[in-house]
């Protein structure tokens, strides 16, 4: 019987993905290594826990698990609409954010198209361009000598866009640097960027930002029509187990983005879930505050081992340890600490820490130092 290989029957686009990966579970290193007191530092998890509001909703509620759920999202909309001051319509829920941005990718790229996104940006903008078979044009980063050089250029950006362009991906704050850009930055590229191109700014850390000059872009929903706006209940809402994020748009493309979207693609305990964080004010300052001072933990550690670590506005800290950096985090996985490499973006001799509890971040500190 003639093996099949399956790899020529994927389309071209397919058969040169590189798959995300994600950070290595906690089990599968008890299971490699044998070791019982582990600390998990790599997906930019939110230390604090379930928020018991949320855990109570969910225990509620699993005796429906036998319905469909909501296929709309109605509620959550509703409670969106109502906190953001936007329409229902404009509103696409995802099963996470990475699910509304593919399903953006989906929507408005294709084979003789193309997708701007800045070097060291999430992975997930190329691969969701190359998925459709689309190219991603890869803009530099910021130049000089300040931690800028591993943010966002946008007047680089602008430079890279052509006449095939129709997406621009745009991580405000960005992963896995933490940089972000402020309101003048992103008006005037709004303002310079053509109508036919649509704009996608990533606010997956959005809560976090506190800053006055920091943009909330779904501002300028109204203002620009060609843009959308991302953001999760991932991080500082701690559902990243439930797979829920939304966009914002105008409702034109929300109503293609849900001609593509798959049915029930958010689960019913997720909306709940959803629903009740976002209405859950104490945790989200909690959140905030633990993750200020876990920022300020990590990097006054890190910079008295010698370190530097870029400044960030999400919640974790990317660090160049001057040298190959894998060797360094397979070290620290050896004394049960798990962070995440980022060579695959580009900065081989990085590291990216998410923020833990302070006990978990000082788990971390102990073991770089003797590891440094």
Known sequence: MEKNNFIQLATPAIQK?????????????ERELGLQEIVKLASNENPLGTSPKVQTVIRDNLGELTRYPDGNGFELKRALAEKLDVDTAQITLGNGSNDVLDLI???????????VFSEYAFAVYPISTQAVGAKGIVSPAGSG???????????AMLGSISEKTRLVFIANPNNPTGTWFGREQLESFLDAVSSQVIVVVDEAYFEYVDDPNYPDASSYLEQYPNLIVTRTFSKAYGLAALRVGYSLSSAEIADLLNRVRQPFNVNSLALLAAETALNDRAYLE?????????????????????FYPIPSAGNFICVDIGKPAIPVHEELLKKGVIVRPVANYGLPNHLRISVGSKNENTFFIKAMAGIA
């Open 17 to 29: 993905l590189q798959p995300y990966l994600p950070g290595k579970p906690i089990s599968e290193l």
């Open 105 to 115: 990718a989906r929507t408005f790229l294709s084979a003789e198209l193309e997708a």
């Open 145 to 155: 000598g300040s931690w800028m050089r591993y943010g966002h250029d946008l007047d």
């Open 286 to 306: 909690k959140t905030k505050k633990e993750n200020r001072q876990g920022v300020q933990q990590l990097t006054e550690a890190l910079q008295q081992q010698g």
